[in-house]
């Protein structure tokens, strides 16, 4: 499995216990870790897709509100360090883009600039719409920086896989986007 040059740059320079450790120190400090869960637990889903899982954080904060996850991201070391935590969760080393599984989710997540790291982006979203159930929602949060996809470009691949605008914020929070330079996007199937 290939991974884009901009994640492999960025993993060169990233230990994943120091990654982890942040979060730690985010609650720790009493600053809630947890945002992107809390904004995809407020639509009550019962099984979601954490792509780009990462090392696992949304998707077994998810799992421990009693969600139904299955993690995927296509770096095996991030799957590894996911397992390694959860091991009764269920995660899978592979490209969204390629991801094929009968399952149907209320929600999939991209947490985490998954969509300005991932390769193919437009099929990566395609095989994210896929996934949802009717009615699921794809909730997505990324910088929006020179040389990354724009909100209108992202939108054009959630129109193109049949998905509907349903919400824009700028933060996991909620807090309404107004322009800037991240957000946080929810489309319906």
């Known amino acids: 499995m290939t991974l884009p040059d901009d994640w492999s740059q960025w993993r ?3 230990d994943l216990d120091s990654y ?14 947890h945002g992107e869960a809390d904004l995809v637990w407020s639509y009550r889903p019962a099984s979601a897709l954490d792509g780009g899982c990462g ?21 095996p070391d991030m799957i590894t360090a996911a397992r390694a935590k959860a091991p ?15 399952e149907r989710f209320d929600v ?10 991932a390769s193919r982006r437009s099929e990566l979203v395609a095989a994210c719409a896929r996934h949802l159930a009717a009615g699921g929602l794809l909730v997505a949060g990324f910088q929006l920086q020179e040389g990354w996809p724009t909100l209108d470009e992202y939108d054009a691949w959630c129109a193109a896989a049949g998905l509907e605008p349903e919400d824009r914020f700028a933060t996991w929070d909620r807090e309404a986007y107004t322009g ?8 319906r199937r």
């Open 12 to 14: 060169d320079r990233v």
């Open 20 to 33: 982890d450790e942040r979060w730690a120190r985010m609650a720790e400090e009493g600053e809630n870790p």
């Open 55 to 75: 090392t696992g954080r949304v998707g077994i904060e998810l799992a421990r509100r009693g969600v139904s996850v299955l993690g995927v991201d296509a770096d």
């Open 88 to 102: 009764g969760m269920a995660w899978l080393a592979v490209d969204l883009a390629d991801l094929d599984r009968p």
């Open 108 to 117: 999939v997540v991209l947490a985490g600039n998954v969509v300005p790291y």
């Open 180 to 187: 800037g330079a991240y957000a946080v996007s929810v489309h």
